[in-house]
Nanobody, 124 residues
Framework: QVQLVESGGGLVQAGGELRLSCAAS????????MGWFRQAPGKERDLVAA???????YYADSVKGRFTISRDNAKNTMNLQMNSLKPEDTAVYYC??????????????????WGQGTQVTVSS
């Protein structure tokens, strides 16, 4: 059974930092690309950052220069370092994984596996 488990969310003041982690298990993730999405109340689930097996990265414009995505293929883990957090970063953050050939890493529908989400709240 494939599982993606996020950790590291919490409450932080504006300007602070958090580090999210995602641990994947249940299968081999060779070639998978992985991503972090977020969903605020009443809004759609949007891609924040994504990373390929070879560590090519993508960032949404809203987080460029503040967030850093990384992965450890040997450990099946992925991290999201979030610095200079803003109140508008408040959301539930989800990690996701997409099999090779699933489609564009920018497309939410390409992702086959999802974690349960972790809440990030940034106070002003």
């Amino acid at each position: 059974q494939v599982q993606l488990v996020e950790s590291g969310g919490g409450l932080v003041q504006a300007g602070g930092e958090l580090r999210l982690s995602c641990a994947a298990s249940g299968r081999t993730f060779t070639g998978y690309f992985m991503g972090w999405f977020r969903q605020a109340p009443g809004k759609e689930r949007d891609l924040v950052a994504a990373i390929t097996w070879g560590s090519w990265t993508y960032y949404a414009d809203s987080v460029k220069g503040r967030f850093t995505i990384s992965r450890d293929n040997a450990k099946n883990t992925m991290n999201l370092q979030m610095n200079s957090l803003k109140p508008e970063d408040t959301a539930v953050y989800y990690c996701a994984a997409a099999a090779p050939g699933s489609g564009s890493l920018h497309d939410r529908l390409s992702y086959d596996y999802w974690g349960q989400g972790t809440q990030v709240t940034v106070s002003s």
